[in-house]
T-cell receptor
Framework: GQQLNQSPQSMFIQEGEDVSMNCTSS?????WLWYKQDPGEGPVLLIA?????ELTSNGRLTAQFGITRKDSFLNISASIPSDVGIYFC????????????FGSGTQLTVLP | DVKVTQSSRYLVKRTGEKVFLECVQD?????MFWYRQDPGLGLRLIYF???????EKGDIPEGYSVSREKKERFSLILESASTNQTSMYLC???????????????FGPGTRLTVT
């Protein structure tokens, strides 16, 4: 199936730094979602975006739905140790209406 | 809060065994999904269901079947387990299309299956 291009694949940052990751696609999506997965657990929904150009925040997390509807980014400000995990983007609404297309994930490591 | 539970967190089975993975959601969601997750391959959709007794193949259905007899329960069946089915299996559910946040999928904690 189709995959989203998510970058970077991995990041090593110092505690307190800001983080940015993004997803791009050749297809248009109606929805962009961002998930976080802790080791050995299922993904947890962080932010959902439904409108092109939309900018949404959830605490220290901010995500934007690209104006072309083909991309999205996630920013984490002032990172803390519990931000460690894998972050996935997912696009919905391209092709089969009920399915999501997932990015390959960004592995985030926060160094003390 | 949506709660999706999976019957086992860890499972070890032998090659050739029939394996049942159970998933239950408590939010009256219409749609349910089964994925497998492997390093470097991301999340791949095995099967999904948008109603009781309805099922559709995802990207990698070979070697798997599913059952949805009740709205809240979606089972993944490995008819004859093989070593290449060793993986993390994730179940998810979502609202039906047309209802608000219908693209938002909520995941269970996962089942780590090892086939020896």
């Amino acid at each position: 199936g189709q995959q989203l291009n998510q970058s970077p694949q991995s990041m090593f940052i110092q505690e307190g730094e800001d983080v940015s990751m993004n997803c791009t696609s050749s297809s248009i999506f109606n929805t962009w979602l961002w998930y976080k997965q802790d080791p050995g657990e299922g993904p947890v929904l962080l932010i959902a975006l439904y409108k092109a150009g939309e900018l949404t925040s959830n605490g220290r997390l901010t995500a934007q739905f690209g104006i072309t509807r083909k991309d999205s980014f996630l920013n984490i400000s002032a990172s803390i140790p519990s931000d460690v995990g894998i972050y996935f983007c997912a696009g919905g609404g391209s092709g089969s209406a009920r399915q999501l297309t997932f990015g390959s994930g960004t592995q985030l490591t926060v160094l003390p | 809060d949506v709660k999706v539970t999976q019957s086992s967190r860890y499972l070890v089975k032998r090659t050739g065994e029939k394996v049942f993975l159970e998933c239950v959601q408590d939010m009256d969601h219409e749609n349910m999904f089964w994925y497998r997750q492997d390093p470097g391959l991301g999340l791949r959709l095995i099967y999904f269901s948008y109603d009781v007794k309805m099922k559709e193949k995802g990207d990698i259905p070979e070697g798997y079947s599913v059952s949805r007899e009740k709205k809240e329960r979606f089972s993944l069946i490995l008819e004859s387990a093989s070593t290449n089915q060793t993986s993390m299996y994730l179940c998810a559910s979502s609202l039906p299309l047309g209802q608000g946040a219908s693209y938002e999928q909520y995941f269970g904690p996962g089942t780590r299956l090892t086939v020896t």
